[in-house]
């Protein structure tokens, strides 16, 4: 997989995700999930949604 999540970009993500995991965790919502993803694609340093659109924030 191609890495296109820079650094600035991942830490953005995982505090986005963190909070949209802990809302969805209070609110016994679906929104966890979404969290989690948004977390994922930090972790791994790809996202799909910017290989298709050609967007890449990696300064590698």
Sequence with gaps: ?????GKTDKIVR???ALC???LGYINIS?????GSIILIT????????YTLFKI???KN
């Excluded at 997989?1 to 999540?5: E, F, Q």
């Design 56 to 58: 890449n924030t990696n």
């Design 30 to 34: 679906w929104w966890g999930l979404v």
């Design 14 to 16: 995982v505090i986005l």
């Design 42 to 49: 930090a972790i791994i340093a790809s996202d799909p949604v």
């Design 1 to 5: 997989m191609n890495k296109n999540v």
């Design 20 to 22: 949209i995991i802990t």
